[in-house]
C-alpha cells in the first residue's frame, strides 16, 4: 500500500479483554516496528521484525503482550487480559532497510475502561 | 535512558532560524530526527550515522558528533509548516535497530 495501515484506529475495551492490533506495512519493506506512544512523548519501542523473525522483544511490558508477523507482511500486536494501564496510542512503523528512516502508521488509540 | 533535547519548547517568528540539540548518554551508531504535527504520526526528517557527517535538504539540515553523543537539528528561514514536536531517535548500535527516542522539542512559528 501508500502507507503503514493500522486497524482499528480506535479500540475501546473492558479490563480484562483481549485485544488485537493490525498492522499493514508499506509493500517490500522489510523491518517492521511497534512503539507505545503516551501523550506529550517520544514514541517508546516494543519490538521489531526482521522479515518474519521478531528481532527484538525487550520493550514488551510483560508476558501479557506479544506480536508477530507470520509471513513477513502483516503483523498482529496482542495484549491478552488488558489493564487500565495499557490504555495508549500504539504505533507501528516500518522501513524499507535495516536501520533505515521508518515511516509511521496513523496508530491504534487503545482505551481501556 | 532517553536522550535529552533542548530547549523543550521555543516560539519563533516566520523566517528565523532554529537549533534543536539532542544529547545521549549512550555512544551512539545513528541519530533520526522525526517532526510530529498534533493527532498525526511521526514523520521522518533525516538520519545521521556514525562519522560525523552533516546532511540536509532544503532549509533543513543536522549534524552527528559522535564523540559527544550529539546531534543538532538546525531549521532555516523557519516556515510556518515547520511548527510541530521534534524528535530525536537515537540507534546504540549497527543491527540493534531499535531507537530510543528523545524528549521531543517543541517549534511554534508564528508569522
Known amino acids: 500500500g501508500a502507507g503503514v495501515s493500522q486497524s482499528p484506529r480506535y479500540k475501546v475495551t473492558k479490563r480484562g479483554q483481549d485485544v488485537a492490533l493490525r498492522c499493514d506495512p508499506i509493500?517490500?519493506?522489510?523491518?517492521l516496528y511497534w512503539y507505545r506512544q503516551a501523550l506529550g512523548q517520544g514514541p517508546e519501542f516494543l519490538t521489531y521484525?526482521?522479515?518474519?523473525?521478531?528481532?527484538?522483544k525487550s520493550g514488551l511490558p510483560n508476558d501479557r503482550f506479544s506480536a508477530e508477523r507470520p509471513e513477513g507482511s502483516i503483523s498482529t500486536l496482542t495484549i491478552q487480559r488488558t489493564e487500565q494501564r495499557d490504555s495508549a496510542m500504539y504505533r507501528c512503523a516500518s522501513s524499507l532497510e535495516t536501520g533505515g528512516g521508518y515511516t509511521f502508521g496513523s496508530g491504534t488509540r487503545l482505551t481501556v475502561v | 535512558q532517553q536522550p535529552v533535547q533542548s530547549p523543550q519548547a521555543v516560539i519563533l517568528r516566520e523566517g528565523e532560524d532554529a537549533v534543536i540539540n539532542c544529547s545521549s548518554s549512550k555512544a551512539l551508531y545513528s541519530v533520526h530526527w522525526y517532526r510530529q504535527k498534533h493527532g498525526e504520526a511521526p514523520v521522518f526528517l533525516m538520519i545521521l550515522l556514525k562519522g560525523g557527517e552533516q546532511k540536509g535538504h532544503d532549509k533543513i539540515s543536522a549534524s552527528f558528533n559522535e564523540k559527544k553523543q550529539q546531534s543538532s537539528l538546525y531549521l532555516t528561514a523557519s516556515q510556518l509548516s515547520y511548527s510541530g514536536t521534534y524528535f530525536c531517535?537515537?540507534?546504540?548500535?549497527?543491527?540493534?535497530?531499535?531507537?530510543?527516542f528523545g524528549t521531543g522539542t517543541r517549534l511554534t512559528i508564528i508569522p
Open positions: 521484525f526482521n522479515y518474519e523473525a521478531q528481532q527484538d
Open positions: 509493500s517490500g519493506h522489510v523491518s
Open positions: 531517535g537515537t540507534e546504540e548500535n549497527f543491527g540493534n535497530e531499535k531507537l530510543t
